[in-house]
């Protein structure tokens, strides 16, 4: 067992993060006749400390022989948030909003740690970004809104983002300087120099997107009988994203799909209950291609469209007993992700179909 290499790959990812959050706000809403106009103010600040371990060595191996040592640090953040909405209601179960708001989303404690995962073998590094800002964005928002009577809702609208310093990751090749076991004697080690995919998460420059949703959902109880139990879920979501980094134009923002969509439909009658529902995440992408590629688009890594059936069925058998079975991921699509074109694949993962079957009792 290779004890150095294996506590050169562990040891990094073992960190420690605190966040600390304070903020107050201030809020004023008038209603004038079908009108009602709601302002708000927040201040946030964001106090980040984390600490994380490198494992160097004297040779720069990072493999054979080395030190742990501690990296430590601080970030903090101090956002303001304004906001104001309108809302004019046409009847009793009908609005028109609009919103204009400011927003944030804050960088993940795995992002901005200064850890380095290496994958010898696999010839890769993942490193934290301890540089990074959280995104920023401006939201406009217009939607309007039908209530059902019988507790559904019809709603549709239309939203602008405008989003700076957006988080996305990097992919770059980098030689490294390596020591590996020699196949002839392997209690001997020989240093190597090997190109090492290294991916970081970096700060974008500006990320403007546009979309419509859709969302409808309502117990059809109007039918007659048992087709009274049929309940219907759908939503849909379109959007067009236009971002660039500081070496990147014209691109889509990474992790943005152009098409997500939701349906569902239930049923409940007399006890027994039964739910079926199918999810679509349209595909995105992962990580962009190394700075100043001349054909950058070709190595940008992508994430397939994927989508999914599950399916659920219980019923009550009286005196608290229910019996119950799920069936999960039926259309055991993959997760496929690529260079460029679908025909370069980088990874694909396999997950199965899988089901459970139980009986319950409630007191």
Do not use: C
């Not at 019809?154 to 989003?163: E, L, N, Q, T």
């Amino acid at each position: 067992r290779d004890e150095q290499s294996n506590l050169n790959q562990s040891v990094p990812q073992f960190y420690d993060a605190n966040e600390e959050v304070f903020a107050g706000y201030a809020m004023a809403k008038l209603n004038v006749k079908k009108f009602m106009f709601l302002a708000g103010l927040r201040y946030e600040r964001t106090n980040v400390t984390y600490k994380a371990f490198a494992y160097e060595t004297a040779d720069g191996s990072n493999v054979t022989s080395g030190t742990i040592n501690e990296v430590a640090g601080n970030r903090n953040f101090n956002f303001l948030l304004p906001n104001f909405h309108v809302k004019y209601s046409i009847n009793p179960l009908t609005n028109l909003r609009v919103a204009l708001t400011r927003s944030f989303a804050r960088s993940s404690f795995v992002a901005l740690a200064p850890t380095q995962r290496i994958s010898i073998v696999n010839q890769e590094i993942d490193l934290g970004n301890p540089d990074l800002l959280p995104a920023r964005s401006t939201n406009f928002d217009i939607m309007f809104e039908k209530f059902l009577k019988n507790v559904g809702i019809i709603s549709g609208g239309v939203f602008y983002k405008r989003i700076t310093d957006f988080n996305f990751n990097r992919n770059f090749v980098e030689p490294r300087t390596v020591n590996i076991r020699n196949p002839a004697n392997p209690n001997e080690f020989q240093q190597v120099t090997l190109d090492f995919t290294i991916e970081q998460p970096q700060n974008g420059e500006l990320a403007n997107l546009y979309g419509a949703e859709i969302n409808i959902q309502a117990n059809l109880d109007f039918l007659p009988g048992a087709l009274a139990g049929i309940g219907v879920y759908a939503n849909y979501t379109f959007t067009h994203s236009e971002a660039s980094t500081f070496d990147r134009k014209n691109i889509r923002l990474p992790g943005q799909a152009r098409h997500t969509g939701n349906f569902a439909l239930s049923y409940d009658w007399k006890g027994f209950s039964a739910r079926a529902a199918f999810n679509f995440n349209g595909g995105v992408i992962r990580s962009l291609g190394p700075v100043g590629t001349i054909n950058a688009n070709d190595f940008d890594t992508w994430r397939a469209d994927r989508y999914q059936l599950d399916i659920q069925a219980s019923y009550n058998i009286g005196k608290g007993f229910r019996v119950y079975a799920e069936f999960i991921n039926l259309t055991n699509r993959p997760e496929l992700e690529y260079f460029g074109i679908r025909s370069r694949p980088s990874n694909i993962e396999y997950y199965d179909w899988w089901n459970r079957f139980g009986v319950s009792y409630s007191f």
